[in-house]
């Protein structure tokens, strides 16, 4: 069955402690996408990756890192030097040839205690 | 930037009953505009979108619009039914080969048996 999968679902972590989220799909996409959502906020882009081995900031990456070591991961870790982590995390693909429908992950969602 | 704004936060309606909800863009050189369904605890996805060089697309009961001298687009559900009931986020990107979309706030829509 194809799509994406982020794990774990649900994460708590103290604060001052490194987290990292795994997204893995294997829909042969190149694009990947980190999102993170917040209540009335919409959608805000963390990170994205157009392949392998490179990657983009986005708009709010401050605090956050990727690395993009295979095609069909893109783990996105949360460091002690993001200010407000708690937050619901999703991942997307984009299909071949700038379809331009983003695939989500179902999320990730990090508590910090 | 692109700023992207969307209204209303909320929206209830009774079954059967048409809901409208409208985004405005910034960014004149935007050309891609879709629109995801989020159902509660669910990923996000494309229901339908549309590209600049039209300004009407419809898909059975939704319909999005486009006013490029206004910078504004709209989604239109007629015929609500209770499984509409989710939130709905519009987003606007430019065509750079890949996409860097920059998502609208979301509206919850409630529909009512």
């Known amino acids: 069955d194809g799509g994406i999968t982020q794990s774990p679902k649900y994460l708590f972590r103290k604060e001052g402690q490194n987290v990292t989220l795994s997204c893995e799909q294997n829909?042969?996409?190149?694009?990947m996408y980190w999102y993170r959502q917040d209540p009335g906020q919409g959608l805000r882009l963390i990170y994205y990756?157009?392949?392998?081995?490179?990657?983009q900031k986005g708009d709010i990456a401050e605090g956050y890192s990727v690395s993009r070591e295979k095609k069909e991961s893109f783990p996105l870790t949360v460091t002690s030097a993001q200010k407000n982590p708690t937050a619901f995390y999703l991942c997307a693909s984009e299909g071949q040839g700038w379809s331009g429908e983003l695939f989500f992950g179902e999320g990730s969602r990090l508590t910090v205690l | 930037g692109e700023n992207v704004e969307q209204h209303p936060s909320t929206l209830s309606v009774q079954e059967g009953d048409s809901a409208v909800i409208k985004c405005t863009y910034s960014?004149?050189?935007?050309?891609?505009f879709p629109w995801y369904k989020q159902e509660l605890g669910k990923r996000p996805q494309l229901i339908i979108d549309i590209r600049s060089n039209v300004g009407e697309k419809k898909d059975q009961r939704i319909a999005v619009t486009l006013n490029k001298t206004a910078k504004h687009f709209s989604l239109h559900i007629t015929e609500t039914q209770p499984e509409d009931s989710a939130v709905y986020f519009c987003?606007?990107?430019?065509?750079?080969?890949?996409?860097?979309?920059?998502f609208g706030t979301g509206t919850r829509l409630l529909v009512s048996p």
């Open positions: 990756s157009q392949i392998v081995n490179d990657f």
């Open positions: 987003a606007a990107s430019i065509n750079t080969g890949f996409q860097k979309l920059v």
């Open positions: 829909l042969n996409h190149d694009a």
């Open positions: 960014d004149s050189a935007s050309n891609y």
